[in-house]
């Protein structure tokens, strides 16, 4: 199975790239964690993103906020997908890491989840990586059957509340 790298522009990111790195554990995807920043080790990023095929990984996940952008500078150099993950910072509540990560030009693309949206950034991971595993694939649909259940037990439960 290929890897999933998770590039943190900060450690400040850190509570957002584990959610992901939950999600990652579950579906028994294999991971490794850097911090590189496109401004301070701009060198290191780019690097990393164009070893990053021959190194084993199928997919690329960066977390930042603020100018937030990471996930650019790593899809410039590589063709593997990249997942940007735009996280909260002191200001704009993570609107200012959504729109640099989301506003790529033609010809670098860069999926964008929502602001601190790490687990959904590594279930889009994990389906990119389940185009080509099936065993994943099934991970993803019992995921899928779980979440439905919760919400069907969810569902029932304030039925019976509401009915008191």
């Not at 900060?10 to 959610?19: N, Q, R, Y």
């Not at 993950?85 to 729109?99: E, H, K, N, Q, T």
């Not at 033609?106 to 990586?129: D, F, K």
Request: charge should be negative; charged fraction near 20%.
């Amino acid at each position: 199975m290929k890897k999933a790298a998770m590039i943190l522009g900060s450690d400040s990111d850190l509570p957002v790239a584990k959610k992901a790195a939950a999600v990652l554990r579950e579906m028994g995807i294999p991971f490794e964690t850097h911090v590189y920043s496109a401004h301070r080790t701009p060198e290191q990023a780019r690097d990393f993103a164009r070893g990053a095929r021959e190194a084993g990984f199928g997919v690329i996940i960066a977390f930042a906020g603020m100018a937030a952008h990471l996930a650019g500078a790593l899809a410039a150099n590589t063709t593997l997908p990249v997942i940007g993950v735009p996280c909260a910072g002191p200001l704009l509540d993570g609107l200012d890491a959504l729109l640099s990560t989301v506003q790529m030009p033609t010809g670098i693309p860069v999926a964008t989840v929502a602001v601190g949206g790490g687990a959904n950034a590594a279930l889009l991971a994990a389906q990119m990586l389940a185009l080509s595993d099936e065993e994943l694939a099934a991970k993803l649909e019992q995921r899928r059957a779980a979440d439905a259940e919760a919400v069907l037990k969810k569902d029932a439960g304030i039925e019976a509340r509401l009915a008191e």
